[in-house]
């Protein structure tokens, strides 16, 4: 390599080189990141599918018992340990809209209409959406942590080496518990949501409260009401479905399980923004 | 080498070249059995040996379904079946059959973390024995008396040793009187009474069930203690199988009247070498080293 201009050649060649494997190197992760994408959406769709068939064949086949202490167990889990935060978040958001609309509906010399806007954005979509939130922390997160320590600990094996199917014994029963959980907590949220918007108007804004309570069951009908809870049910769905799958696919100890809880938390969040869209959306052309 | 000798009615397994691969990284495939062959025979305690990474877990894995075989047959020989069942050509439901017939000791002991001892003994009897609580209570003081665990059966699994875990395990696995019990590693991490205790243990349940046992373990003395009869593996493939007298000859001979490498590689691995035949990037062990330089 003593010759100047071969080796300049050589850099020329190895920078365009580099350029074209470059760019077919970005193309090549894209294409892993979308077969990645296809796997987790296939895998978390496949378990839901297996869920829904432990539960029908728990309820329909005799020789299969339902596992009612694991779904009240964990039921009492989900619900009990995510009420406060959801509280909490409720109210405030409750708050926060009515001060945030007050201004542009005095404008049109309006303000009692806060309270139609209040109830509409969180029974139709803060309640459902903010509590899918708050769950994907609290028991997204804690169900994966604890499915993945368990794979860690060689119990999911052990259940496999017993003849107990691991999707019946522990998928099934958390899919059912967040989903029904979420809707108990979401009828909550919504109650205390709209309480937090009539705190605001009654006492900063000074709308009168018989006038705020009127205007608030006047505005909401009961498709309002039910399609919150529909979406509710979903999202729990989803976020103990994504919290399983991530949890029974760890690998790699301590770390893994980490990794798994993160993972977990964000996909949730993303998959509960995407899912809302789509409702939305439906609802919308249904004119619902 | 293993033959088919005998009936097939006094076999309890017949592993015939098994083929196990996996998928690497970069697209291709390490096989890490190559066409594996012996029998495990019925009552026997039977010890797989060999160093690490080669093969012992996964060949485990096969053998109680957990894995699928890439090629080659695993049949086990039930009592009241009068036909080998092949798990490599199983589907889920036929092996679960199969697995109600046989119990596993995990390294870890693998306890439900949720349950009590007790709980965790019950639960394969309340799923696939159909007898009344009052019986499965029977049962499960039986068992954990059994292994000498009755006094801590109310306990979580987290409030016990490593030690304990593994005989509550092992009450679990033999709960519903299995035909066969494979053991993972049974003395990796305790103390040398502790293990010898479960060594113990191990026998007197062999003795009592007439299970037959397949034990995979690292620990020289234990595997020399319990052993009817030994399979050392080395790479994927059988280096050797045969009752313990000959694996006994092998590891007390003078290594210049061994003949041939292969006996040379074990009597290296049975002294104590306990990592064992560990495999370098250019596929030579570092014993194969220490032997070719030496000739
Ligand atoms: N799931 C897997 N995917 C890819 N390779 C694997 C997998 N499991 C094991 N291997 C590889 O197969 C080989 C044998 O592994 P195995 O765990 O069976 O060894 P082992 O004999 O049990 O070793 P040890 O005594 O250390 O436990 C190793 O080289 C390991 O890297
Ligand atoms: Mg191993």
Same mark, same amino acid.
């Given at each position: 390599?003593?010759?100047?201009?071969?080796?300049?050649?050589?850099?020329?060649?190895?920078?365009?080189?580099?350029?074209?494997?470059?760019?077919?190197?970005?193309t090549?992760?894209?294409?892993?990141?979308?077969?990645?994408?296809?796997?987790?959406?296939?895998?978390? #769709?496949?378990?839901?599918?297996?869920?829904?068939?432990?539960?029908?064949?728990?309820?329909?086949?005799?020789?299969?018992?339902?596992?009612?202490?694991?779904?009240?167990?964990?039921?009492?889990?989900?619900?009990?340990?995510?009420?406060?935060?959801?509280?909490?978040?409720?109210?405030?958001?409750?708050?926060?809209?009515?001060?945030?609309?007050?201004?542009?509906?005095?404008?049109?010399?309006?303000l009692?209409?806060?309270?139609?806007?209040?109830?509409?954005?969180?029974?139709?979509?803060?309640?459902?959406?903010?509590?899918?939130?708050?769950?994907?922390?609290?028991?997204?997160?804690?169900?994966?942590?604890?499915?993945?320590?368990?794979?860690?600990?060689?119990?999911?094996?052990?259940?496999?080496?017993?003849?107990?199917?691991?999707?019946?014994?522990?998928?099934?029963?958390?899919?059912?518990?967040?989903?029904?959980?979420?809707?108990?907590?979401?009828?909550?949220?919504?109650?205390?949501?709209?309480?937090?918007?009539?705190?605001?108007?009654?006492?900063?804004?000074?709308?009168?409260?018989?006038?705020?309570?009127?205007?608030?069951?006047?505005?909401?009908?009961?498709?309002?009401?039910?399609?919150?809870?529909?979406?509710?049910?979903?999202?729990?769905?989803?976020?103990?479905?994504?919290?399983?799958?991530?949890?029974?696919?760890?690998?790699?100890?301590?770390?893994?399980?980490?990794?798994?809880?993160?993972?977990?938390?964000?996909?949730?969040i993303?998959?509960?923004?995407?899912?809302?869209?789509?409702?939305?959306?439906?609802?919308?052309?249904?004119?619902? | 080498?293993?033959?088919?000798?005998?009936?097939?009615?006094?076999?309890?397994?017949?592993v015939?070249?098994?083929?196990?691969?996996?998928?690497?990284?970069?697209?291709?495939?390490?096989?890490?059995?190559?066409?594996?062959?012996?029998?495990?025979?019925?009552?026997e305690?039977?010890v797989?040996m060999?160093g690490?990474?080669?093969?012992?877990?996964?060949?485990?894995?096969?053998?109680?379904?957990?894995?699928?075989?890439?090629?080659?047959?695993?049949?086990?020989?039930?009592?009241?079946?009068?036909?080998?069942?092949?798990?490599?050509?199983?589907?889920?439901?036929?092996?679960?059959?199969?697995?109600?017939?046989?119990?596993?000791?995990?390294?870890?002991?693998?306890?439900?973390?949720?349950?009590?001892?007790?709980?965790?003994?019950?639960?394969?009897?309340?799923?696939?024995?159909?007898?009344?609580?009052?019986?499965?209570?029977?049962?499960?003081?039986?068992?954990?008396?059994?292994?000498?665990?009755?006094?801590?059966?109310?306990?979580?699994?987290?409030?016990?040793?490593g030690?304990?875990?593994?005989?509550?395990?092992?009450?679990?696995?033999?709960?519903?009187?299995?035909?066969?019990?494979?053991?993972?590693?049974?003395?990796?991490?305790?103390?040398?009474?502790t293990?010898?205790?479960?060594?113990?243990?191990?026998?007197?349940?062999?003795?009592?069930?007439?299970? #037959?046992?397949?034990?995979?373990?690292?620990?020289?003395?234990?595997?020399?203690?319990?052993?009817?009869?030994?399979?050392?593996?080395?790479?994927g493939?059988?280096?050797?199988?045969?009752?313990?007298?000959?694996?006994?000859?092998?590891?007390?001979?003078?290594?210049?009247?061994?003949?041939?490498?292969?006996?040379?590689?074990?009597?290296?691995?049975?002294?104590?070498?306990?990592?064992?035949?560990?495999?370098?990037?250019?596929?030579? #062990?570092?014993?194969?080293?220490?032997?070719?330089?030496?000739?």
């Open positions: 390599m003593s010759d100047p201009s071969s080796e300049s050649a050589a850099g020329r060649s190895h920078i365009a080189y580099r350029a074209i494997s470059g760019v077919g190197s970005i090549r992760d894209q294409a892993s990141r979308l077969v990645s994408i296809l796997s987790f959406v296939g895998g978390v #769709t496949y378990l839901f599918y297996d869920a829904l068939v432990w539960a029908f064949r728990g309820v329909f086949q005799s020789r299969i018992r339902f596992g009612w202490p694991a779904l009240v167990h964990q039921m009492v889990r989900v619900g009990v340990r995510s009420i406060s935060i959801v509280f909490l978040v409720q109210i405030f958001i409750g708050m926060i809209l009515a001060l945030q609309m007050a201004p542009t509906l005095q404008s049109y010399g309006q009692e209409r806060v309270a139609d806007v209040v109830g509409i954005a969180v029974v139709r979509e803060l309640g459902p959406l903010l509590t899918g939130i708050v769950l994907s922390g609290f028991a997204g997160a804690s169900i994966a942590a604890e499915i993945g320590a368990m794979v860690e600990a060689e119990e999911i094996k052990a259940l496999r080496a017993h003849a107990l199917n691991p999707v019946r014994f522990l998928v099934t029963p958390r899919v059912l518990a967040t989903a029904g959980m979420i809707v108990v907590l979401t009828v909550m949220a919504d109650y205390i949501g709209v309480f937090g918007g009539f705190l605001t108007s009654v006492f900063i804004l000074d709308v009168p409260p018989s006038l705020y309570v009127n205007l608030t069951l006047d505005a909401l009908k009961m498709t309002d009401f039910v399609t919150g809870l529909v979406k509710a049910c979903v999202f729990g769905a989803v976020i103990a479905l994504i919290a399983c799958y991530e949890g029974l696919n760890v690998s790699g100890g301590a770390e893994g399980v980490g990794r798994a809880t993160t993972a977990t938390v964000v996909k949730s993303v998959a509960l923004i995407g899912i809302d869209a789509m409702f939305t959306a439906v609802f919308y052309a249904l004119g619902i | 080498m293993a033959s088919a000798r005998g009936s097939a009615t006094d076999l309890a397994i017949s015939r070249d098994v083929v196990k691969e996996f998928p690497t990284g970069d697209g291709g495939v390490i096989r890490v059995l190559d066409g594996v062959t012996f029998d495990i025979r019925r009552g305690t039977l797989i060999g690490s990474g080669c093969g012992k877990s996964t060949l485990l894995n096969c053998l109680i379904g957990e894995y699928s075989v890439n090629g080659g047959h695993i049949l086990f020989f039930t009592k009241n079946m009068r036909e080998p069942a092949d798990i490599a050509l199983m589907d889920e439901d036929g092996l679960n059959e199969l697995r109600k017939r046989y119990g596993i000791l995990f390294q870890s002991g693998a306890l439900f973390g949720s349950m009590t001892l007790a709980e965790n003994v019950a639960l394969p009897l309340i799923e696939h024995s159909y007898v009344d609580a009052s019986i499965i209570d029977i049962v499960v003081t039986l068992k954990l008396q059994q292994v000498k665990m009755l006094a801590h059966r109310n306990k979580m699994p987290s409030q016990l040793s030690g304990q875990k593994k005989r509550a395990g092992l009450a679990r696995a033999t709960a519903l009187d299995p035909e066969i019990l494979f053991y993972d590693e049974p003395s990796a991490g305790l103390d040398p009474v293990s010898a205790a479960i060594d113990e243990l191990m026998m007197d349940l062999s003795r009592k069930l007439r299970v #037959t046992s397949v034990v995979v373990t690292h620990e020289m003395d234990s595997a020399f203690r319990i052993a009817d009869r030994m399979v050392m593996l080395d790479k493939r059988v280096l050797k199988i045969g009752d313990r007298c000959e694996f006994e000859r092998i590891r007390d001979a003078d290594p210049g009247t061994l003949d041939g490498r292969d006996e040379r590689l074990m009597h290296q691995f049975l002294r104590g070498a306990s990592e064992g035949p560990i495999t370098d990037a250019d596929g030579m #062990t570092e014993f194969e080293k220490l032997i070719i330089a030496g000739e």
